[in-house]
């Protein structure tokens, strides 16, 4: 009679338990599915000026322009830092360089592949971790440029990327695919539109985290001299292309600035810009067509932005000498979508930065309680302003590049460097192309005290000294301006000692 009741006693435990069970994965399920997918495109050196609903006339961008058209355009959004591992890395730990330790874009092999390759994120919560812990499925398809590009991170279980973080070309490139790098023939910018397709098509019963990492239009290097051969080849054969600047190569351009005026070059980048839409045309298609349209928040941004010829130069801020932090470089396009729940139309004139959209991502969610308290994140909550609602917001933007850091307001930049001159002040109302430098003029003086000292303010709050280049941190990645911090390279030797003095280099 004793073991009868103990069994029917355990049985009736069993069944309680697995009835609880079932309960709490359909209600964590439940919770899952009560929170919309989450499509992240981002684009790699792109400037907002070559899109049609940021004003450009030459260059085909029809689908672009109807996500602007149907959701929120931020017409002052910034990039953090000049290149792509670093900004790549805040917009996905919400964290500055300072903070995360990748302060350069990762060279080819190294980290990203081979024996010594490793997560540079590994240490840290991004929307893909934190998304994947409460239930969403993530998928990488484009440019990861973040380490251990071999085998999916950060809870990705879709994975499809390439060795490397540099673009040679769009055709008959090495890509990483099921832990193997093999050659593929075809055009990566569709390559990667087909898998971001497959993504979604296989995940369309949950919830789900996309990132699809163009690494066009990329407007540098061999890639831009490759033939046009995607659709749009006809179409920008004999066009003037009048959106890219005539200018003259200011005196800091370091290398690109007789690429300004060359029409190959322009065609080139409007035909990747273009091909690009069609991508994002592709994926707003499927969307719909699985009626995941209305519960799917879509964010279009770029990892840094890119001078096309405007005020003098062309390519990104690592083309100059010194190294600089112009506005060109952090221009960013910044679209968000989700209809239903975001006002369609709305352009939004707060300026904000790449490092706010972490927190703003898990506050749209409902998730603003996973943010670790052990963090000090320089982001702000922007996602009321999707909403349609009023916000208290200070126009500031903070930017940090090596040995360059910037604050930019809506009327100052004020721009200081380590181990190195000039530093700079900019009226950008009057002076909108930055080529004017007002430091040192006494009548300026107690402005640059005042923007001087929020900048300092800001990086001693949140820089963390493991990293604080400034203040003798390292860097996970190597530098360009290696010689100022007598840092060893973490992955060939140094040509700078530890113990080397240093002479900081002098620019008139």
Same mark, same amino acid.
């Given at each position: 009679?004793?073991?009868?009741?103990?069994?029917?006693?355990?049985?009736?435990?069993?069944?309680?338990?697995?009835?609880? !069970?079932?309960?709490?994965?359909?209600?964590?399920?439940? !919770?899952?599915?009560?929170?919309?997918?989450?499509?992240?495109?981002?684009?790699?050196?792109?400037?907002?000026?070559?899109?049609?609903?940021?004003?450009?006339?030459?260059?085909?961008?029809?689908?672009?322009?109807?996500?602007?058209?149907?959701?929120?355009?931020?017409?002052?959004?910034?990039?953090?830092?000049?290149?792509?591992?670093?900004?790549?890395?805040?917009?996905?730990? +919400?964290?500055?360089?300072?903070?995360?330790?990748?302060?350069?874009?990762?060279?080819?092999?190294?980290?990203?592949?081979?024996?010594? !390759?490793?997560?540079?994120?590994?240490?840290?919560?991004?929307?893909?971790?934190?998304?994947?812990?409460?239930?969403?499925?993530? +998928?990488?398809?484009?440019?990861?440029?973040?380490?251990?590009?071999?085998?999916?991170?950060?809870?990705?279980?879709?994975?499809?990327?390439?060795?490397?973080?540099?673009?040679?070309?769009?055709?008959?490139?090495?890509?990483?695919?099921?832990?193997?790098?093999?050659?593929?023939?075809?055009?990566?910018?569709?390559?990667?539109?087909?898998?971001?397709?497959?993504?979604?098509?296989?995940?369309?019963?949950?919830?789900?985290?996309?990132?699809? !990492?163009?690494?066009?239009?990329?407007?540098?290097?061999?890639?831009?001299?490759?033939?046009?051969?995607?659709?749009?080849?006809?179409?920008?054969?004999?066009?003037?292309?009048?959106?890219?600047?005539?200018?003259?190569?200011?005196?800091?351009?370091?290398?690109?600035?007789?690429?300004?005026?060359?029409?190959?070059?322009?065609?080139?980048?409007?035909?990747?810009?273009?091909?690009?839409?069609?991508?994002?045309?592709?994926?707003?298609?499927?969307?719909?067509?699985?009626?995941?349209?209305?519960?799917?928040?879509?964010?279009?941004?770029?990892?840094?932005?890119?001078?096309?010829?405007?005020?003098?130069?062309?390519?990104?801020?690592?083309?100059?000498?010194?190294?600089?932090?112009?506005?060109?470089?952090?221009?960013?396009?910044?679209?968000?979508?989700?209809?239903?729940?975001?006002?369609? +139309?709305?352009?939004?004139?707060?300026?904000?930065?790449?490092?706010?959209?972490?927190?703003?991502?898990?506050?749209?969610?409902?998730?603003?309680?996973?943010?670790?308290?052990?963090?000090?994140?320089?982001?702000?909550?922007?996602?009321?302003?999707?909403?349609?609602?009023?916000?208290?917001?200070?126009?500031?933007?903070?930017?940090?590049?090596?040995?360059?850091?910037?604050?930019?307001?809506?009327?100052?930049?004020?721009?200081?460097?380590?181990?190195?001159?000039?530093?700079?002040?900019?009226?950008?109302?009057?002076?909108?192309?930055?080529?004017?430098?007002?430091?040192?003029?006494?009548?300026?003086?107690?402005?640059?005290?005042?923007?001087?000292?929020?900048?300092?303010?800001?990086?001693?709050?949140?820089?963390?000294?493991?990293?604080?280049?400034?203040?003798?941190?390292?860097?996970?990645?190597?530098?360009?301006?290696?010689?100022?911090?007598?840092?060893?390279?973490?992955?060939?030797?140094?040509?700078?000692?530890?113990?080397?003095?240093?002479?900081?280099?002098?620019?008139?």
């Amino acid at each position: 009679m004793r073991t009868t009741r103990l069994c029917g006693f355990a049985i009736a435990l069993s069944l309680l338990v697995s009835t609880t !069970a079932i309960l709490s994965a359909t209600t964590v399920h439940a !919770a899952g599915q009560s929170r919309p997918n989450v499509v992240l495109i981002m684009t790699d050196n792109h400037g907002p000026w070559s899109l049609g609903c940021y004003g450009n006339e030459d260059v085909r961008t029809p689908h672009i322009d109807r996500l602007a058209e149907e959701g929120a355009l931020f017409t002052r959004a910034f990039a953090n830092n000049a290149v792509c591992s670093p900004t790549r890395a805040t917009v996905l730990t +919400g964290l500055m360089p300072c903070q995360h330790g990748v302060h350069r874009y990762l060279g080819g092999g190294a980290a990203q592949v081979g024996p010594d !390759a490793y997560n540079m994120l590994e240490e840290f919560e991004t929307i893909p971790s934190l998304l994947v812990d409460a239930g969403y499925t993530a +998928g990488l398809t484009g440019k990861w440029h973040l380490g251990g590009n071999m085998e999916p991170q950060e809870g990705f279980t879709y994975w499809i990327t390439k060795p490397h973080g540099s673009s040679a070309g769009f055709y008959n490139q090495q890509v990483i695919e099921n832990g193997e790098i093999r050659r593929e023939p075809q055009y990566l910018t569709e390559l990667w539109t087909d898998h971001a397709v497959r993504f979604i098509e296989q995940n369309r019963e949950q919830p789900f985290f996309l990132f699809l !990492a163009y690494n066009g239009p990329y407007g540098l290097g061999g890639a831009m001299r490759e033939p046009i051969r995607n659709r749009h080849r006809d179409y920008y054969a004999d066009h003037d292309l009048p959106s890219f600047p005539r200018t003259e190569p200011q005196p800091w351009n370091h290398n690109y600035g007789e690429w300004i005026g060359d029409l190959q070059i322009a065609r080139k980048y409007a035909a990747e810009v273009s091909g690009i839409d069609d991508g994002v045309g592709r994926v707003m298609e499927t969307l719909r067509k699985l009626g995941l349209d209305e519960n799917t928040l879509v964010i279009f941004t770029a990892d840094q932005g890119l001078s096309g010829g405007h005020a003098g130069y062309w390519g990104m801020g690592d083309h100059t000498r010194p190294l600089t932090a112009f506005d060109w470089t952090m221009t960013i396009p910044l679209i968000i979508r989700q209809p239903g729940r975001i006002p369609a +139309g709305q352009r939004i004139d707060n300026l904000v930065s790449n490092y706010d959209l972490f927190p703003t991502l898990l506050s749209y969610l409902g998730m603003e309680d996973k943010l670790p308290a052990s963090r000090s994140y320089p982001g702000r909550d922007f996602s009321p302003l999707l909403l349609g609602e009023e916000l208290d917001w200070e126009n500031v933007h903070f930017y940090e590049f090596e040995n360059v850091r910037a604050i930019r307001t809506d009327r100052w930049k004020y721009i200081e460097r380590i181990h190195q001159t000039p530093n700079e002040l900019y009226d950008l109302a009057d002076d909108p192309n930055e080529h004017h430098n007002l430091y040192g003029d006494r009548e300026y003086a107690a402005t640059v005290q005042k923007l001087r000292q929020r900048l300092h303010a800001f990086f001693d709050k949140h820089a963390d000294p493991k990293w604080d280049l400034w203040h003798g941190g390292g860097s996970k990645t190597d530098l360009m301006t290696e010689q100022f911090f007598g840092l060893k390279n973490p992955y060939r030797p140094s040509r700078y000692a530890p113990d080397q003095p240093v002479t900081p280099a002098r620019v008139p």
